[in-house]
């Protein structure tokens, strides 16, 4: 029985950590979306190219990029570590 309240206790703490990274991974997606939004609306709202060109000049594209790759990396550290558990160090000395 001991194993099993183990095993719960174990499994709590990973889903706790997985909410943890959904939410921010949710919020990221939010930030996103709301940069993708301004892009748009700065290129449906131009007149001509030069407009075009100075509504997305003023849009900061770069620490978005930036920002992306971060959680890119963060998803893909997850992605490659979300199934590891962590063996017990056993000595083979006799």
Do not use: Y
């Amino acid at each position: 029985m001991n194993n099993a309240g183990e095993a719960m206790d174990e499994m709590s703490q990973n889903l706790a950590a997985a909410a943890e990274g959904l939410g921010a991974l949710k919020g990221t997606w939010h930030a996103i979306a709301a940069d993708l939004g301004s892009a748009v609306e700065a290129i449906q709202g131009a007149e001509d190219d030069a407009e075009l060109d100075a509504s997305l000049s003023q849009l900061e594209f770069l620490p978005a990029v930036e920002h992306w790759e971060d959680v890119r990396a963060k998803a893909d550290n997850f992605r490659q570590c979300a199934f590891i558990t962590a063996l017990e160090e056993v000595s083979l000395a006799a």
